[in-house]
């Protein structure tokens, strides 16, 4: 008979596993797969600190593949320079709300983001617009990524709106994802002072979420992108109903 206290380990694995595989076939989606599932075991602030040296990990390596990275790199430091700011605000007010308020408001926040793509496709940013637009992005994806890890929803809808192509829109995704996923990783570490033990199981976290992504990178091509884009909205939309009503 499996020993309960294996539950939240293997709950967590398998979460890892989901996510990475998302992640893998297209390019982000990790904390919104995996989040609700942590959140069932671990409190908020140690469920973001489980996810922060995975995150940082995948995100590098996935910011290694391809080329134009310089070009890339220019054109959305604005958002860049956002980003890194809220990411310090909100891991600094992590402390300061309660698990519930943190639950709700991610919740809601991922809900309609999901619902939001799904009614926009079109939707496209003027290049005028980047260089307000783009720092206040990061500002508010950065902040919700501070108290949940969930900062991609907004940079993937803002790079959506750039109508970029396939190849500079997974390596934005990529810098951005670096540049959000280290800073979550330090800020974590400066201002929340984690257990050591909590630490070796972020550890433990990064190798599920790397099969994952190997699994997704092989899978990618076999899926119509309709349906997969579909399938990850779905799966965004229940994240974060389970999150609001766990907050309730």
Request: charged share 10%.
């Amino acid at each position: 008979m499996l020993d309960p206290a294996y539950i939240p380990l293997i709950a967590a694995a398998c979460a890892l596993l989901a996510g990475g595989l998302v992640k893998g076939v297209i390019g982000i989606g990790t904390p919104l797969v995996v989040l609700p599932v942590l959140v069932v075991f671990y409190d908020v602030r140690e469920a973001v600190q489980l996810l922060a040296l995975p995150l940082f990990l995948s995100n590098v390596l996935q910011a290694w593949q391809g080329h134009g990275t310089r070009e890339v790199v220019g054109r959305v430091a604005p958002v860049v320079a956002g980003l890194v700011a809220g990411i310090l605000i909100g891991v600094s007010l992590a402390g300061t709300l309660p698990d519930a308020t943190l639950l709700v408001v991610a919740g809601v926040f991922v809900c309609l983001a999901s619902v939001a793509t799904a009614m926009a496709p079109n939707f496209e940013i003027p290049r005028p617009a980047e260089r307000w637009l783009g720092p206040l992005t990061g500002l508010s994806g950065g902040v919700l990524g501070g108290l949940t890890t969930l900062f991609g929803p907004a940079l993937a809808l803002y790079l959506t709106g750039l109508r970029l192509t396939p190849a500079v829109f997974v390596k934005a995704v990529s810098v951005l994802y670096t540049a959000g996923s280290a800073t979550l990783f330090l800020a974590v570490l400066s201002l929340q002072n984690p257990a050591g033990a909590t630490m070796l199981l972020s550890l433990a976290c990064v190798p599920p979420l790397f099969a994952g992504m190997a699994i997704g990178q092989r899978v990618r091509g076999l899926l119509a992108p309709a349906v997969l884009r579909l399938i990850v909205l779905a799966v965004v939309f229940v994240g974060g109903t389970n999150m609001i009503l766990r907050g309730l």
